[in-house]
């Protein structure tokens, strides 16, 4: 009995030793902007990390095979703009009902890393993370609003003396694993306190800004944010917004623009419900100024609206002329450059495997943007597959499932809890 013991444990040892990997994603196309692989390649996992990206892996080192043929595989979608912060029961906030649960809406879209943008600010920050960030599955990185009571309401957002960037840079040290930058938003007064405050706060922690600009006024016009008040590394977000300069009488993009590029300025999309028209955006990618990140702006409001999630976002950004490349590096390893998380967004050897893996169809597509402005185009990019830590979180269409008829008579049924009684005649 022991010498078969033995030997059934050297089977199993040896059947481990010849299958190293847990799944291997097969015959797919690999876009990892940060390693520069633009090619066809199987990509292998080993306890929730990237053990090999190659031309070829043997099907038969994995104890799990994906035939991913015709998609193209990518590292996790990492989106820099998102709300979450759902808990707080206050109706009509940000902070509140308008906010949407990260593990609801992440993975069915390829994305695994969601930054979210100032929903919760320097009073309430700790309430965020313990009841909406520490139990997600999705990776979960937060900007602190300047304002104390973030975006429960427009009202503290108007309230200077509660802009404390003190205040900020404490929270954000005691939070440093998942605090990644400053934020303010929808101020509508002609001062400039708001975001002088945030970038006090962004200084004193070491941290970038994200600016939503709220209103565009005569006193501080849009041009004078990018290329005066923000530093290198600060973001200003809603870039395809209505009121942003972006093209001359003659369609040609405005000289400050680039300056501001020049100075290290981050340009995101943030769509969101009222953020993003084609009249910006068309020109600007047909002229080559493209955004450094692709983000949705995601919230109760635009998830049912003209934005719907983070691939038709991308959609839009394929059809205005970006090619697919430049588009998979806006939503991977960009964003997580700019929150300073170099860990996330790729696909290196050791990396935590994160991975989406998109179909680009082909037919007849249309998207509108926030304003009601519509682009016709051939190209959609759906989700097919998301794997987090190595673990399969979405599977569209089934691809890690088996044919019921190979199952046997007796699946579905638990062992030691169901007992099929079948009925008497």
Not at 55 to 82: C, M, S
Not at 94 to 108: E, I, K, Q
Not at 324 to 339: H, K, S
Request: net charge neutral; charged share 20%.
């Amino acid at each position: 009995m022991q010498i078969t013991q033995l030997a059934f444990a050297w089977l199993l040892a040896a059947s481990a030793a010849a299958q190293p990997y847990d799944l291997i994603l097969k015959g797919g196309h690999v876009i990892d902007p940060k390693n520069k692989i633009d090619g066809p390649m199987d990509v292998a996992i080993a306890a929730g990390k990237i053990a090999a990206v190659q031309p070829a892996i043997d099907a038969a080192q994995a104890r799990q095979v994906l035939d991913v043929k015709g998609l193209h595989v990518t590292p996790g979608l990492v989106d820099l703009h998102v709300h979450l912060f759902a808990t707080t029961g206050l109706r009509n906030a940000v902070a509140g009902d308008n906010s949407v649960l990260p593990d609801g809406f992440s993975f069915r879209s390829g994305t695994t890393t969601m930054v979210d943008a100032g929903s919760a600010g320097w009073r309430n920050f700790e309430s965020f993370r313990h009841s909406v960030i520490d139990r997600a599955q999705t990776k979960v990185f937060a900007l602190i609003n300047i304002t104390g009571l973030g975006m429960s309401t427009d009202v503290p957002e108007q309230v200077p003396a509660d802009f404390q960037p003190d205040q900020v840079a404490l929270v954000a040290a005691k939070h440093r694993d998942i605090v990644v930058g400053v934020k303010t938003a929808h101020f509508r007064k002609p001062e400039w306190i708001s975001v002088d405050r945030a970038v006090e706060a962004g200084r004193l922690a070491n941290i970038p800004v994200m600016v939503d600009f709220g209103s565009f006024l005569v006193e501080r016009p849009y041009w004078k944010l990018v290329t005066e008040r923000l530093r290198p590394g600060d973001i200003s977000t809603h870039c395809f917004r209505g009121g942003v300069p972006w093209v001359d009488e003659n369609y040609r993009l405005y000289d400050y623009l680039l300056q501001a590029r020049a100075r290290g300025v981050k340009f995101d999309v943030g769509h969101g419900g009222g953020s993003f028209i084609f009249r910006n955006a068309v020109p600007a990618i047909q002229q080559g100024f493209y955004p450094d990140a692709i983000s949705t702006d995601l919230h109760a409001g635009s998830m049912n609206g003209t934005m719907m999630d983070l691939p038709t976002t991308m959609s839009k950004f394929l059809v205005m002329g970006m090619p697919l490349p430049e588009v998979i590096l806006r939503t991977t390893w960009n964003p997580a450059r700019i929150i300073n998380h170099p860990e996330v967004g790729h696909l290196t050897i050791g990396a935590v495997a994160d991975v989406a893996v998109l179909r680009v169809a082909k037919g007849d597509f249309a998207y509108r943007d926030a304003m009601n402005g519509r682009l016709r185009g051939t190209q959609r990019i759906f989700c097919e597959l998301t794997l987090r830590e190595g673990r399969i979180v979405w599977d569209l269409n089934a691809r890690s499932g088996t044919d019921y008829t190979e199952l046997g008579r007796k699946y579905g049924l638990k062992p030691g809890i169901d007992v099929e009684v079948p009925p008497k005649n």
